[in-house]
């Protein structure tokens, strides 16, 4: 695949001196929906903002499209689509009408059809002669997307698409991003939701403290980072970790009912059988063995812990 956006050396220094983002580099690949990750304050924001145009970099370059946002910000601006965190809608203005209108702006010749088979896409072609104000929240958020979409850009950026929105349409905005990219359509979505990241994203990036700490395929990483546990459910119940399994940095349920053992899947050796034989050798009888392996979000969490030692 080639790249879509290309980030080299982003740097972005207020005026007090406070570097919000440190030297980023990053590929965006076309086709691919790209999730960011990151605490509050970790610059996924600033970075989205200056990439779509509404701040300016510091130093580094940019280019969408093989174009530089500085020297040909009109044809670059034209090939992304930005969704908000807000709900930003003219609340009395019908849904049709709010497309035009962006459409307008990029100054894209009148297509009724193209914008039909956007609300329809987004199944909101039976609102399209609805006022904003009529609509849930959930189809407010379609909107803003739909208006995002209207002047037919190549990007499109979804800053916490489903924030405020119920599981169910959750999972709808999952169906719905599947959809675009299945239509072409590049997306880059910031988000606080983990699991909305493993479900759909085919990259997962992470950042903290303005610097990007990795971009990795989302299979791959989870295979790399990921860790396993066994959970070993005991006939009887344990007050205490018998000295023989002290090496092993097993955690004791609260009920002494069951031991957890964590290991790493890319060593030769996980000290599993030895745990077994231990574990009877100890006077301990199992009941029941479980294993279960680690998600993106211990992966993140651990990721973010370790940047900030």
């Known amino acids: 695949m080639t790249a879509i956006v290309s980030i080299k050396d982003l740097r972005k220094i207020y005026l007090g001196g406070f570097e919000a983002l440190k030297g980023i580099n990053l590929e965006i690949e076309s086709g691919e929906i790209l999730a960011l990750l990151g605490p509050n304050g970790a610059g996924k924001t600033t970075l989205i903002s200056i990439i779509c145009g509404i701040a300016n970099l510091t130093s580094g370059k940019i280019t969408v499209g093989g174009m530089d946002i500085e020297k040909e910000y009109r044809k670059t601006r034209g090939m992304i689509g930005l969704v908000p965190q807000e709900i930003n809608l003219e609340p009395f ?5 709010s497309l035009r209108f962006s459409r ?4 894209k010749p009148k297509n009724e059809a193209y914008l039909d088979e956007v609300l329809n896409t987004l199944s909101l072609f039976d609102k399209k002669n609805e006022r904003v104000i009529t609509l849930s929240g959930g189809m407010k958020r379609r909107v803003l997307i739909a208006k995002a979409l209207a002047h037919e850009p190549r990007v499109l950026f979804l800053d916490e698409p489903t924030a405020g929105v119920d599981v169910e349409l959750r999972k709808d905005m999952w169906k719905t991003v599947n959809k675009l990219k299945e239509q072409g359509v590049t997306i880059i979505l910031t988000t606080h939701y983990i699991e909305e990241a493993e479900a759909i ?9 303005g610097e990007i700490l990795l971009v990795e395929d989302k299979v791959a990483l989870m295979a790399r980072m990921g860790k396993k546990k066994i959970r070993i459910d005991l006939a009887s119940p344990t007050k205490i970790i018998p000295s023989k399994l002290k090496s092993y940095s097993l955690d004791l349920a609260k009920d002494g009912m069951a031991l957890t053992y964590t290991y790493d899947t890319k060593l030769e050796r996980t000290g599993i059988t030895s745990l077994l034989n231990d574990l009877q050798a100890a006077g301990l009888q199992m009941r029941d063995v479980q294993t279960q392996q680690s998600s993106l979000e211990d992966i993140f969490v651990g990721l973010v812990q370790e940047s900030t030692k």
Do not use: H
């Open 104 to 107: 307008g702006l990029f100054g």
């Open 201 to 209: 994203a085919d990259r997962i990036g992470v950042i903290n403290g």
């Open 93 to 97: 203005e019908t849904v049709i009408n």
